[in-house]
């Protein structure tokens, strides 16, 4: 007997393993062997998500290639980057140039950096804001710290002393996060390598989602994803997305976690400890990676993120003429214009 086809219209499409993305009559789609096949629209689709074993055949990947569709694998947990498929465009060489020799004058990287631990402090300066606009009060008597360490930035002089100030902000706002959890929910502190409880799993899921959001943006615009201002660079490491993440935590993933537990979106029974740590089942996996997308587009925080990195072309364009050594020829410069819709990075 046949199996009816499902249709989907979506730019992005999350794919949970065992299965295969095959070409099935001319069209792409997903197959599992137990369900239905799920047919993908290639005029929406722009990227998948592939969650544990997914295998991709010859015929499809040409077909993924042709349509320049970003594929990204994780883990069955979906707490870590495995790696992607995606096209190569030699035609933003320039824009790599520039971002290397930007990168290696320590002026120029350490305003890059602030930029980006400013719009991160940012983030948790308005979520406090709007958590105390809800009324939760204890919020508010972190404004105050938020806004000290955010005025503070401009006087930084080295990149270790941006990051001091990053890290206690960022211990600021975590002790913040585990006052807006109701019960049974609770954090007493970050634990990433594994997750030891539900909400750093869930913490987990949601920064690598965006992780990979973040990576793929940067490699579509032409960045060279490895080298980044506030992340050293480390062999195997997108430094340049990890840079990425940093103002987008708060808005994309923490709130999110706390609206999930805080809602009764997700159980305590609903996650399993594992010797990888502590994970969701199975059964409800799919569900919260939904859940995480359509925030994710509800907030129009890919717009965000676009504008964030069209703040580091600004940045680095503005530096391009001051660079102890010129670039061997003035075209590597990006022309004037090409940002034209440029803005601080707000979320």
């Known amino acids: 007997m046949t199996k009816r086809i499902t249709y989907i219209q979506t730019p992005t499409a999350y794919v949970v393993g065992p299965g295969k993305l095959k070409v099935i009559n001319g069209r792409l789609a997903f197959t599992t062997g137990n369900g239905a096949p799920i047919r993908l629209d290639l005029d929406a689709l722009r990227s998948i998500y592939c969650y544990g074993p997914v295998g991709v055949t010859d015929e499809a990947m040409q077909l993924l290639l042709q349509h320049r569709i970003d594929v990204v694998w994780l883990t069955p947990a979906g707490n870590h980057c495995l790696g992607g498929l995606m096209r190569l465009d030699s035609s933003t060489v320039s824009l790599r140039v520039l971002q290397h020799r930007v990168l290696a004058h320590p002026p120029a990287r350490l305003e890059l950096a602030r930029a980006i631990v400013a719009a991160k402090i940012d983030s948790q300066l308005k979520a406090a804001r709007h958590y105390q606009r809800q009324g939760l009060a204890i919020a508010g008597k972190f404004l105050d710290q938020f806004q000290t360490i955010l005025q503070t930035l401009p006087s930084v002089h080295s990149l270790d002393s941006l990051r001091g100030f990053e890290g206690q902000a960022s211990a600021l706002?975590?002790?913040?996060?585990?006052?807006?959890?109701?019960?049974?929910?609770?954090?007493?502190?970050?634990?990433?390598?594994?997750?030891?409880?539900?909400?750093?799993?869930?913490?987990?899921?949601?920064?690598?989602?965006?992780?990979?959001?973040?990576?793929?943006?940067?490699?579509?615009?032409?960045?060279?994803?490895?080298?980044?201002?506030?992340?050293?660079?480390?062999?195997?490491?997108?430094?340049?997305?990890?840079?990425?993440?940093?103002?987008?935590?708060?808005?994309?993933?923490?709130?999110?976690?706390?609206?999930?537990?805080?809602?009764?979106?997700?159980?305590?029974?609903?996650?399993?400890?594992?010797?990888?740590?502590?994970?969701?089942?199975?059964?409800?996996?799919?569900?919260?990676?939904?859940?995480?997308?359509?925030?994710?587009?509800?907030?129009?925080?890919?717009?965000?993120?676009?504008?964030?990195?069209?703040?580091?072309?600004?940045?680095?364009?503005?530096?391009?003429?001051?660079?102890?050594?010129?670039?061997?020829?003035?075209?590597?410069?990006?022309?004037?214009?090409?940002?034209?819709?440029?803005?601080?990075?707000?979320?």
């Open 173 to 347: 706002w975590y002790e913040l996060f585990a006052q807006l959890l109701v019960p049974p929910w609770s954090f007493s502190g970050r634990q990433r390598r594994p997750p030891t409880d539900p909400v750093n799993a869930l913490l987990s899921l949601g920064y690598t989602m965006l992780f990979c959001r973040a990576q793929a943006a940067a490699a579509a615009r032409g960045f060279e994803v490895a080298l980044g201002a506030l992340h050293d660079f480390r062999p195997g490491r997108p430094s340049f997305a990890c840079d990425l993440v940093e103002p987008f935590r708060v808005p994309a993933v923490d709130r999110w976690v706390i609206t999930l537990c805080n809602q009764h979106r997700v159980q305590p029974h609903h996650f399993q400890h594992t010797p990888q740590g502590v994970r969701l089942i199975p059964e409800i996996f799919p569900r919260i990676i939904g859940s995480w997308d359509q925030h994710y587009r509800s907030a129009n925080l890919q717009r965000s993120l676009e504008k964030c990195i069209d703040e580091c072309v600004s940045i680095m364009k503005a530096w391009a003429p001051r660079l102890p050594e010129p670039l061997p020829d003035p075209s590597l410069v990006p022309p004037a214009g090409d940002d034209a819709s440029a803005s601080p990075a707000t979320t």
